[in-house]
């Protein structure tokens, strides 16, 4: 039998999976990131299967529940499948990891607050999302700390990287061809980058793995500074 520790990463094809694959996991850990290809996240039984049955026989050490619906403006008419895959996916994924004893670690998000605060957001403030987006991710927070599972909620904003899509990719694409680019000015944030936040969870998830007394509950990280 292996002695592996395998995490069980969802997203795999996103920013953060992608870093997540890439980063420098030490020697006996290991990760098995999917994408809709091979979990559909809105098939909850499926999901309950994924973790019941581990990776070749052996038991997943872990979960880091990175996958998501991400498309803001497209959730407010798109309610139920944002419902779906920002909640309903992760309840169904720390239901699981509970009855296997195994942690989950859950991605959040900025959105589940209201955007009001000058400043940095501390995990004790008042959530209250606007949107459908933020609303679903609050679910999903919900359901994972009212699981029973060994959990770290992380909160996260505005993720950058080399890959997928992001506004830094999308300013340089318009601006390559626009000779002036008119962009709203009313919003405040903390760029991150998908590498940083992805070495931030492999250094979680080991901890929750191996200690079993290591800290639980909500978490917020992102690169420091603000645009």
Same mark, same amino acid.
Request: charged share 20%.
């Given at each position: $039998? ?42 909850? /039984? ?18 880091? %529940? ?21 909640? $309903? ?26 955007? /009001? ?18 609303? %679903? ?11 029973? &599972?060994?959990? /770290?909620?992380?909160?996260? &904003? ?12 999308? $300013? ?20 991150? %980058? ?11 998830? $080991?901890?929750?793995?191996?200690? %079993? ?15």
């Amino acid at each position: $039998m292996s002695d592996v520790k395998r995490i069980l990463v969802t997203g795999g094809n996103g920013q953060l999976g992608t870093e997540l694959k890439r980063y420098a996991w030490p020697e006996g850990w290991a990760v098995t990131a999917i994408d809709i290809d091979e979990l559909d996240l809105r098939d909850t /039984a499926a999901i309950a299967a994924m973790v019941a049955k581990g990776h070749d026989g052996q038991p997943w050490a872990a979960v880091i %529940s990175a996958g998501a619906y991400t498309a803001v403006d497209k959730a407010e008419s798109d309610i139920v499948t944002a419902w779906a895959v920002n909640a $309903m996916a992760p309840a169904a994924f720390a239901e699981s990891c509970a009855n296997a004893g195994i942690p989950i670690v859950q991605v959040s998000t900025d959105y589940v607050f209201d955007g /009001a605060r000058d400043g940095a957001w501390e995990v004790t403030d008042p959530v209250a999302p606007l949107g459908v987006y933020g609303a %679903s991710k609050l679910g999903g927070e919900l359901a994972v700390r009212t699981s029973g &599972a060994r959990h /770290a909620i992380v909160r996260t &904003a505005w993720v950058v990287s080399a890959h997928g899509n992001n506004f830094i990719k999308t $300013m340089l694409r318009v601006g390559a061809t626009n000779p002036t680019l008119r962009v709203v000015d009313d919003q405040h944030g903390s760029p991150t %980058s998908a590498t940083d936040l992805a070495a931030a969870l492999a250094t979680i998830t $080991m901890r929750l793995v191996e200690d %079993s007394a290591a800290p639980t509950g909500t978490y917020h990280f992102s690169n420091a500074g603000a645009v």
